[in-house]
Structures are given as C-alpha cells and as structure tokens.
C-alpha cells in the first residue's frame, strides 16, 4: 500500500514547485505583447489588400500638424496619374491667373478693332451663363472692322498622348485659341423638344437605327443620331466637334453679324485685356468634376498670361522651372488634363505640392476648390457612411489606374495630406476605388 512521504526534502520540493507554477501564471498574465504602430497596421493592409495585390501602389501620408512624413511606400516611384495632373495644373493657375479670367487681349482704333484669344475657355460655355466677352464685341462690330489673329498659338488639336478613338467623348474636345460653346455638339431633348446647340453648319446629319448614342465621323463634322431620338423622354449627350478654332470664328461671325479677318500679323501696339468671369468659378469646375477641356485651356490660358504665347509645353516648362523647381522627383507633365499616359508623377511629388498649396492659400479656398467626400464633385458618392467631410481630393481613373491625392481629417481632428496612387490593376476601378475608400476610412480613424 502506497504512503505519502512526509520527509522535510520531499515537502520543500513540493512548495516550490507550487510556488513556480504560481510565479509563471502570474507572470504570463501580465505579459503583454506590443501592439502595433499605426506604420505596421497601415503596412498590414496594404500587403493582405486582395484587390490591390494585382497591381502596383503608392501610398505617402504627411501630418501638417507635426510637418512630418508618417508613412511612405513607393514614394519616390513614378505613376500615370491621370486626373491627378489637374492639380498640377491647378496650382499653376492659383499663382499666375489673377481674380478674373483674361478673356481676350485687343488693340482697337477710330476704324478697326484687332483682338486675338487667351485660351479662356468660358465663352458660351453650357456651364458658364457668362455674356460678357460677347456683348463687348458686339459693341465693336456694330462701327468697326474686326481682324482676328491666332499666330500666338502653337497648339495642335489634341494633346500629346491623347487617345485617338476618343475623339467622339465630350472629355476629349479639341484645343483652341478661342474656344467657344465648350467645342462640343450639345444635343438635348426634353419636353421643349430637341435643340442642338451651338447652331453651327452640320455638314451632314443623319438617322441610324442600332446606336443609342449620337455619333461624328473621325475625320469631319457628319453625325449620325439614333433614329429613335424622337421618342425619347430626355437626352443629352454633348460631342467634340471637328476643326473647332475654324468653326468658332464662323459661329461668332454669325453672332456678330459682322466678317471677320484673320491676320497673321501680330499687333505690334500695346494690347488691353478683356476679363470675363471669377477664375474660382472655374477653377471649382474643373476640379469638381474633372473637366478635361476647362483644365487644358486654362493651363494654356497661363501661357498667355505669362508670355502672350498659347503652348502647353512652353506653360509647363515656365511652371515647372519656377514655382515648381523644388519638388523632390521633377514630374513628367505633358498636358493640363491628365487624359495622356506620358504624364508621370510620384505619391512624394504630389504630397510637395500638397504642402505647398496649403501654406499659400486659406484650407477653405482650397477645400472649397476640391470634391468632398459624401459631397460633391466626383466624390460624392464615396465615403457617405460618415457624419461629416473628411475627405477633400481629386480623384484621377482610366483603365488600370485609379489614384486620390488631397487633404483628409482625421477623427482627431488631425489635418493630413495623402497620395494614394494604384497602377496597372487588372481589376475593375470600381473595385479598387471601394477599397482605396476603405482603406482610407480606417486611417481617419487610426489617427
């Protein structure tokens, strides 16, 4: 029969055993594992991210509370950042554009009135109710004889890299010294009827059954509306039309009810400038909703501004060589837009200029220029779920790509600016939106 030892050694190993076992439990609760930096969570999403695993992604976050980086991947890499540009083109406008838009720039005497374009891209614009410009030349063609000249401009009628087969989408009209009507066919049908706006000489026109759309032909000015437009409730659909810096001068011929001569003679005599509408009216649109023919007139309108010369490429040298020299990762920037894959910029790039912005003009100018999340603009339909706007950016997309670059606060109440750029996905860019959004949401609450 078994019996318990009572020997003094036997006892005092018992009681230290116990006396361990008690130690390593007291110990083990409370050990505590570290939790993780906001760096390694952030870092975390990224990396288990399924949607964005596909493609390439760049992400930098600077606290302008703090004035410091606090988190960076692929900063330094370059990405397509399609309408992303605009803020580019944006910034350029807020520094060498002044309250008002140049409309156009004249020399006029007893007998004649000689004026050239600035680019301004609001004359008889759809979005723009602004009559200005017009009733001032009709004031001049009532005793005088106009001369018009365009030898200030060296634009073609479609930027470097532009798509050529989307010549018939209203996102890509044709560049012009004088724009007029937006250079787009609006073709609209209510329960007034059908009106075709501007009422310009349509080389032909004609009915088509199989096509919901109204449709040009690549090379001229002849359209092919669906046969059943007549029935339809509403419609609305506004198409670039061809050869537009030639069909303008005829449109304002017709308004004017004057003839206009073109010249190639530049004036030789000091020039006076017209203004027409506040700039941030326009500005607001192009930003909010990513107006690709506002952005590259406007940026052409800078050029005319600096140096009387209507180039992309001589205002993006000027910009970029100036107020832009400091950037850390000079950009590839090709166009006013960002409709061209040249254009090449950095998640570093973008968040400098960010800064930059911010330090010169007032945060609500700014905001206010912006989309707001669960707002307006482009973003309206994103971040909903929350009480107030955190979010106001430009969102930039075309296939493959879908990047939002702009200034975010925090739940906090702390200011950031951010640069999340998505690169050659093969996903849907609704996909890759909801989970930029996402993602976006839980680093508001993060900080």
């Not at 008690?22 to 609760?29: E, R």
């Not at 166009?335 to 090449?344: A, K, T």
């Amino acid at each position: 029969m078994w019996r318990y030892n009572h020997s003094p050694i036997v006892l005092l190993r018992l009681v230290s055993v116990i006396m361990c076992a008690f130690w390593l439990i007291s110990c083990g609760t409370s050990i505590k594992i570290p939790e993780q930096s906001f760096e390694q969570k952030l870092s975390t999403m990224l990396d288990t991210s399924s949607v964005l695993s596909t493609g390439f992604t760049g992400l930098v976050l600077y606290d302008l509370d703090e004035k410091k980086v606090i988190f960076r991947r692929n900063e330094s890499r370059y990405f397509v950042p399609a309408s992303n540009t605009k803020l580019f083109t944006l910034y350029a406008c807020l520094r060498i554009l002044g309250d008002s838009i140049p409309a156009l720039r004249y020399v006029e005497t007893d007998t004649s009135f000689t004026f050239r374009g600035t680019g301004d891209p609001t004359l008889l614009h759809p979005y723009f109710s602004e009559s200005k410009t017009l009733d001032f030349l009709k004031s001049k063609a009532t005793n005088k004889k106009l001369y018009y000249f365009d030898g200030h401009s060296s634009i073609k009628h479609y930027g470097r890299g532009w798509m050529w087969d989307d010549y018939n989408d209203y996102y890509q009209a044709e560049l012009t010294p004088f724009p007029m009507f937006g250079n787009v066919l609006l073709i609209r049908k209510d329960s007034f009827g059908l009106k075709v706006s501007p009422d310009m000489s349509i080389e032909k026109m004609v009915k088509k059954s199989g096509i919901k759309r109204v449709r040009r032909n690549i090379e001229n000015n002849h359209f092919e509306f669906p046969d059943g437009l007549d029935t339809m409730a509403t419609f609305e659909q506004e198409v670039p039309y061809k050869n537009a810096s030639k069909i303008n001068i005829d449109l304002l011929e017709k308004l004017l009810e004057t003839k206009i001569i073109s010249i190639g003679t530049r004036m030789t005599k000091k020039t006076k400038t017209l203004y027409s509408i506040p700039s941030d009216s326009v500005f607001r649109r192009m930003m909010q909703v990513s107006d690709n023919m506002l952005a590259e007139h406007l940026l052409l309108l800078c050029g005319a501004t600096l140096k009387d010369t209507i180039s992309i490429e001589f205002s993006v040298d000027t910009v970029t060589s100036s107020v832009l020299s400091d950037l850390s990762h000079k950009p590839v920037w090709v166009d006013g837009s960002g409709l061209s894959r040249y254009n090449l910029f950095t998640p570093m790039s973008i968040v400098t200029l960010l800064q930059k912005m911010y330090r010169e003009y007032p945060e609500d100018k700014l905001f206010s220029l912006l989309a707001e999340g669960g707002g307006h603009g482009t973003l309206n339909g994103m971040f909903k779920e929350n009480k107030a706007p955190f979010i106001y950016a430009k969102s930039g997309s075309m296939s493959g790509v879908y990047n939002l670059s702009g200034y975010m606060v925090t739940s906090s109440g702390k200011r950031l600016i951010f640069s999340f750029m998505n690169n050659n996905f093969n996903t849907p860019v609704s996909k890759v939106r909801k989970e930029v959004a996402q993602i976006l949401n839980k680093i508001s609450e993060m900080e």
